[in-house]
T-cell receptor, first 110, second 113 residues
């Protein structure tokens, strides 16, 4: 079983739509959770950290369910510029090193 | 935010040659840096953890004699792909940790012909 699993998509949505991504992780000892965004042929960039109580940053809302080992990302009012691959990321056993999901591809269309 | 640079951004080399990739933290010191590899349509896979002043820790399945890592200072780690083969063609990305967050370099695209 992979450590971090995501639905690869692609998700094709119109501008203004709300879209949700899900992710599950296998290591119950994981302590840090993130969503990264990766544009084609570029490095990943941190979108937001995910906290146990859930957190929101503008149009982006992240949720964590430790009991189910499940993480989600909700994007409201999608913009064309949101088109990218969204990576669910969990810290590894060694502490700071990260385990990445394969990513979920999002395409927002006019 | 913190800035991490990598050099070169892309490189084409012949099979059997060695390639060195540099990773620098530009505005902060990083005692630990990480090297990842990403094949097309795949996730980033951790190759090794680079520790300043000590030997790197390699992930299972990564050959330490093929991927030489040197972390000579708090701002520089290098990855040398020795005797590169076409299957080593990939996107190599380094990262450095500042606090709880990890910052990535822009990546190096290696093509071995």
């Amino acid at each position: 079983r992979k450590e971090v699993e995501q639905d690869p998509g692609p998700f094709n949505v119109p501008e203004g739509a709300t879209v949700a991504f899900n992710c599950t992780y296998s290591n119950s000892a994981s302590q840090s959770f993130f969503w990264y965004r990766q544009d084609c042929r570029k490095e990943p960039k941190l979108l937001m950290s995910v906290y146990s109580s859930g957190n929101e940053d503008g149009r982006f809302t992240a949720q964590l369910n430790r009991a189910s080992q499940y993480i989600s990302l909700l994007i409201r009012d999608s913009k064309l510029s949101d088109s990218a691959t969204y990576l669910c990321v969990v810290n590894s056993n060694s502490g700071y090193a990260l385990n990445f999901g394969k990513g979920t591809s999002l395409l927002v269309t006019p | 935010g913190a800035v991490v640079s990598q050099h070169p951004s892309w490189v084409i080399c012949k099979s059997g040659t060695s390639v060195k990739i540099e990773c620098r933290s530009l505005d902060f010191q990083a005692t630990t840096m990480f090297w990842y590899r990403q094949f097309p349509k795949q996730s980033l896979m951790l190759m090794a953890t680079s520790n300043e002043g000590s030997k790197a820790t390699y992930e299972q399945g990564v050959e330490k004699d093929k991927f030489l890592i040197n972390h000579a200072s708090l701002t520089l780690s290098t990855l040398t792909v020795t005797s590169a083969h076409p299957e080593d063609s990939s996107f190599y990305i380094c990262s450095a940790t500042q606090g709880r967050e990890q910052y990535f370099g822009p990546g190096t695209r290696l093509t071995v012909t």
